[in-house]
């Protein structure tokens, strides 16, 4: 089988600093990806590699075989994007934000406004659709992120944190409609610090460290004991194994 | 009015076509962003803190109209005297720099507007449709200001020098424009050259507060002047220097033009006019967006930028505020209070926007009061200065700068992080403000109140010493007032946008009454002590001890203010 993200021997620089130092993936449709690592490990620059945001990088990346360089714009359309952060012209409305991204990706006006509707219903945010979302909490901004990247029905989605600031029943609905996804033979790119969903929702884990990867597997092959959970395969893979000492160390500053 | 300038773009749609841009993309980003430019402050609308409950909705509007305003303003220029190259020259230079500082702090909201990294660049765009698109926005952006800025000049020279003339000087207008722009253009890239993203963003902002200041000046000053100087009789022949001055070139080309005068001089300087802009746009196009872009790119923080881990190493000398803070309290709960202001109206960008424009305004009116004697020009006013009794107004209108900055205390973007005060087990919130107080006075009034009494002192000699320090006394007293009017929340923790409700008018006419009521008792003592001068000396005493008395008391009072007193955000 063709893999629909490959990347092969990723290196990216910020002047001195080697941010990726080889990273070598190869990604199949209809997986869901947990992409984790401590912050500044390399994560988002990944991505900022896939979605093309980022194109002095060295080392091949293709998508579907095209190398992503060359089509970018193709390569473009194919991926829906979540940024983390709520970045979102927030001045805007929901409709007239989707409307806007539905027609960077060329979508006809009708489709828009109609998937956008049930997309924002199923969301619960339809009544809100007219409103600026300057006023919106960020759970309601979340929640039309994840639409304006689902929008034009990409074959590869690219989350970044996108539970964030979403509610439990939100959340459940986010998760349901990755496992949805998945079963569209759709592939997920999963960014997250929250280790219990990424240990739930992911059929493979890559863990990154410092600009490289330091685990890639599924998470019971990852696991060393059967009881260990994601969380502590991070730690120990992440070399802090020390944690439960610097949580001493925090609760003893109290001071005697 | 969006519609319009839509339009207009679509009419070139082949052009667009034929240069790699995709159309549709074009209109869906152009209409997005001018509607965010409506929903937007900017310069004109957002330096002043404005209390709107409605959202903001045609921004485009208000830009257009206080252009035309600023147009119709500098049609004074053509009332100068009779000498028409001066009249071209400072009407074309006044519109050039009013241009650049607008575009220059507007800039920052049309050009870097940090989220495109992730809404339109994700996305299928190619490039050129980004920087065609970012081409176009700023040409729209402009024509919101140039034409309603030229408009009203370009209706007078039409009238007055015919229909030939004033479309020349149209012509010369958007010449001159171009060349604004190519400017504005070497600004940014120079910035961003010698300065980090970050820094170059607070850079910014003071030019919006520089810009903000100059349009009040204008405003206030200019007319003033102008009734008085010899501006008129000036013979720019007389000053070689302007002929390097490119709105020069644009004043002698006009008239050479309109006027059918070829001379040598004349005709170069119209090549000039029309070939430094066509020369400068090339530059722009071809030297300066390719890299403008990627610095934008880098401004909008694409490039991470690594968080120091190094702690700067403490010299065991305590920073000046701390020491302050220490002098002005042994109060823990003050001390605290007094630290946070003094750092948070040093760091927060939004505080200094609207409070430093603020200060700026006094020192105008300062100067406005202070030459608007009647006596005849600027330079007799201040001659005949000493024989008048100014200074008290002078000391009592620094009460103002302390007003402005008190008043924003209480407003912050953060609002919410004042949760803290409410959390923590404060007993007596008084003290809190007492802090915030005190450091206020410190950091905005005192060092304004030692300047003007150097300056007093400077233009009416020691004799006035006991005046400035009753007057230190009343004008502490009078802030302390304000204070208690003003300061009934605790500092950063209210939302700016929420209206005052009712007492606004009533606090309007405090912030007059007040300071001009004590200012007038001080002002009538000079009267009662006119030929002894012992006597006037003791008056000022008792005043003085009078004032310090009720100082004291309201201090002890505003010092104890309870939980229940605060004001309810």
């Known amino acids: ?256 | 009015m969006n519609k319009f300038f839509l339009a207009i773009i679509s009419l070139f749609n082949p052009l667009w076509k034929r240069i790699g841009v995709n159309v549709a993309q074009l209109r869906a980003i152009l209409d997005v962003k001018l509607k965010m430019d409506d929903r937007r402050p900017n310069a004109y609308t957002g330096m002043r803190q404005q209390q709107q409950n409605k959202p903001r909705k045609n921004g485009s509007w208000a830009i257009v109209l206080v252009s035309l305003l600023m147009g119709f303003f500098y049609l004074f220029i053509f009332m100068l005297g009779t000498n028409l190259l001066l009249q071209f020259f400072l009407w074309f230079s006044i519109f050039m720099v009013m241009m650049s500082i607008t575009l220059i702090s507007d800039f920052t909201s049309v050009l870097i507007d940090v989220k495109d990294n992730y809404v339109i660049l994700p996305r299928p765009v190619n490039d050129k449709t980004v920087v065609v698109s970012r081409l176009l926005h700023i040409m729209i952006h402009i024509s919101k200001i140039v034409g309603p800025l030229a408009a009203p000049a370009f209706v007078y020279v039409t009238i007055r020098y015919g229909i030939g003339a004033g479309c020349w000087f149209g012509v010369l207008v958007l010449l001159l424009s171009v060349f604004c722009i190519f400017l504005i253009n070497a600004v940014y890239l120079v910035a961003l050259k010698l300065t980090t993203p970050q820094r170059f963003k607070e850079m910014l902002n003071y030019l919006q507060i520089a810009f903000s200041i100059i349009v009040f000046a204008t405003y206030y000053l200019a007319p003033r002047l102008v009734k008085s100087t010899d501006l008129a009789q000036l013979n720019l022949a007389d000053y070689p220097w302007v002929n390097i001055v490119p709105t020069y070139w644009f004043a002698r080309a006009h008239l050479g033009v309109s006027g059918l005068d070829f001379s040598g001089w004349n005709l170069l300087y119209t090549a000039l006019a029309i070939l430094v802009p066509f020369l400068s746009l090339w530059l722009v196009v071809k030297v300066f967006a390719p890299s403008f872009n990627r610095k934008l790119a880098m401004l909008s923080g694409s490039e991470p930028e690594p968080v120091k881990k190094e702690v700067k190493v403490s010299t065991g000398k305590r920073p000046l505020y701390k020491t302050l803070a220490r002098l002005a309290s042994k109060n823990r709960l003050e001390r605290l209070s007094f630290e946070l202001v003094w750092m948070i109206t040093g760091r927060s960008r939004e505080f200094k926007l609207k409070v430093y424009p603020s200060l700026a305004y006094v020192i105008v009116y300062f100067v406005y009061f202070l030459f608007s004697g009647k006596q005849g020009t600027p330079g007799q006013a201040w001659a005949s200065l000493p024989e008048t009794n100014m200074f008290i107004l002078l000391i009592y209108i620094s009460s103002f700068v302390f007003i402005t900055a008190i008043s924003n205390i209480v407003y912050s973007d953060k609002f919410k992080a004042a949760w803290v005060y409410y959390a923590a087990p404060v007993e007596r919130p008084g003290e809190l403000l007492m802090g915030a107080f005190k450091a206020t006075l410190v950091k905005f009034f005192l060092p304004f109140y030692i300047f003007i009494a150097l300056f007093s002192l400077g233009v009416w000699g020691l004799r006035i010493l006991p005046d400035l320090l009753l007057g230190f006394v009343n004008v502490v007293l009078i802030n302390l007032l304000f204070a208690s009017i003003f300061l009934r929340k605790l500092p950063f923790s209210s939302e700016l946008n929420i209206k005052q409700g009712a007492g606004t008018f009533l606090r309007g006419l405090l912030i007059l009454a007040i300071p001009g009521l004590i200012g007038f008792a001080h002002y009538g003592l000079r009267f009662v002590g006119k030929d002894i001068s012992w006597a006037y000396l003791v008056m000022v005493i008792i005043f003085g001890l009078i004032s310090s008395a009720v100082l004291y008391l309201m201090y002890m009072r505003y010092k104890e203010t309870a939980w229940e007193k605060l004001e309810v955000s």
């Open chain 1, 1 to 256: 089988m063709q893999p629909i993200i490959s990347i092969r021997n990723l290196r990216k620089h910020y002047g001195e600093k080697e941010v990726l130092k080889g990273i070598n993936l190869e990604i199949f449709p209809g997986q869901i990806i947990g992409y984790i690592g401590p912050n500044g490990a390399g994560k988002s620059t990944t991505v900022k590699v896939l979605i093309g945001l980022l194109s002095d990088f060295e080392g091949d990346v293709s998508i579907l075989g095209k190398d992503l360089r060359q089509d970018t714009m193709s390569i473009k359309s194919l991926i829906g994007y979540v940024p983390e952060n709520a970045e979102i012209y927030e001045v805007l409305t929901p409709m007239e934000y989707l409307s806007f991204v539905g027609k960077l990706y060329g979508l006809e006006d009708e489709v828009i406004e109609e998937r956008a509707a049930r997309m924002l219903q199923a969301f619960g945010l339809l009544e809100n659709k007219d409103q600026r979302m300057d006023t919106f909490s960020k759970g309601m901004r979340q929640k039309v992120l994840i639409t304006s990247g689902l929008l034009h029905n990409p074959q590869i989605v690219i989350l970044d944190e996108p539970l964030s600031g979403l509610d439990a029943n939100a959340v459940i609905i986010v998760k349901e409609i990755m496992t949805l996804l998945k079963k569209e033979n759709k592939t997920i790119f999963y960014c997250s610090h929250m280790m219990d969903v990424v240990e739930k929702v992911s059929d493979r884990i890559v863990l990154i460290d410092e600009g490289s990867i330091v685990a890639d597997g599924t998470f019971s092959s990852l696991k060393s004991s059967d009881d260990e959970t994601l969380e502590r395969i991070f730690a120990r893979l992440t070399g802090k194994q020390q944690l439960s000492t610097n949580a001493d160390a925090f609760i003893n500053a109290l001071g005697q």
